[in-house]
């Protein structure tokens, strides 16, 4: 750690990594609810269960790239942080603000919520991964809005290098992209169109950018790689990931009301979004193979060459195999849907999430990498995590199997809950898989609290030395 502001990142990758540890509880919660419907109800009803699991989703991921821009910009600027005192009041504000609507999910009906909060004024809520109510809403916006302040004023006044202005680029998308969450048009078309460009504008477009700035930095810190490779890379990952982003999003309006060329533009432009993960594989391994020292933090470079291999196989295969207008029109809306979120939120952006954290908290700590022990650790949490997805990934894929058969393309279509009930066997085994990633979520807490001494003083004179 280069410089003393940096330090304002940690508690953001506290609060991140406690996070993920509600999100997969309510997603185990949820799962079980798939299975036993009256499980925890009328106490904690299903809606709530999956609406907490995507909040806190969304939530978590915001709080670790929050503090990835506090701990990178400044070191790339080569400079302090414009106000690390303001950066802590965001965090305070944006977890408080997280966990009181998290309670109102709980404790407060929904329709009660939504009268409570305005809804009825400015409506906002209902929707998919926005059910949050209008004072949550503005208070996102005014933390991206602390947020941007920050880092740009740090930018402005130390270095401009290309991962800090495609970071502090990304971070200005990622809150215009939010800004369509206060319209809610009566027009479905219209809801339609403005909830996508939320939706895929940040999942499949500007975050993919967020995770090529984060990825980036990491390997220029880990292999030596002269920065200006990574860069030439970075611009054509970029270039692609907003071509084919930008216009894909199209394959969201298949069906929708809008004009029918979007099927054309959507397959097409669509079925080009696994090219950026492709060529992300490429330039980690690549960067790997040019490296010019061996960093002693093992599992750092473990959670970053992986990153771009489940991404591929998340956003970018899982995601091809639904997104053509014919497979679409049979599988939308079934477990497939759900198969490909799951690979791919894990795979392009916890696990990047992952990485940075994994490579910064020692940092933070005064040392270089953790000890042998705790990285060993790290590791073990890391393939259990990995491999569990892969699980959950497969079961969902059958169950959507399963729904397409029976109720998509079959002459004597079942109905839903016949379908359902055929598909319990997936059901048990995404759930089985889920309380493994659990329990390497745990494994991988158990090295990040690990206290030892650094047994790699050589290795860490060396890196220091660089």
Known sequence: M?????????????????????????????GLQYLNGTFLFPMLPFDVAHMSHTNLLIVWLLMAFMGAAYFIVPEEAQTELYSPRLALITFWVFLVAGALTIAAYLFVPYADLAAATGNAVVPTMGRGYLEQPLPTKIGIVLVALSLLFNVTMTLIKGRKTSINLILVGSLWGLALLFLPAFYFSQDTVKASFGWWWIVHGWVEGDWELILGALLGFILI?????????????????????LVSGIIGIGHHYYYTGAP????????????????????????????????????????????????????FLGAGLWGFIITLAPAQYVMHGTNFTAAHGHLAFFGAYAMVSLAIISYAMPL?????????????????????MVFSMIGITLALTGAGIVTVILQRTGDDPMGFMQVQDRSRMFFWIREFAGVCFFGGLLVYLRSFFMVGEYEYADEMKRALAV
Do not use: C
């Open 2 to 30: 280069k410089y003393q502001s940096q330090k304002v990142a940690a508690p953001y990758f506290v609060a991140a990594l406690a996070l993920f540890v509600g999100q997969i509880v309510f997603g185990l919660i949820a």
């Open 221 to 241: 810190k880990m292999t030596g790689v002269d920065r200006e490779i990574v860069e030439k890379w970075l611009y054509i990952i970029v270039a692609m990931t």
């Open 260 to 311: 029918a060329y979007w099927i054309w533009l959507g397959s097409i432009f669509s079925a080009l979004e696994p090219i950026p993960f492709m060529l992300l594989i490429v330039f980690a391994f690549k960067m790997l193979l040019q490296r010019r020292r061996e960093h002693p933090n093992k599992a750092a470079m473990l959670w970053a060459l992986g990153t771009p291999i489940m991404a």
């Open 364 to 384: 933070l700590r005064g040392r270089t990498a953790n000890s042998a022990a705790s990285q060993r650790w790290e590791m073990a949490g890391f393939w259990i």
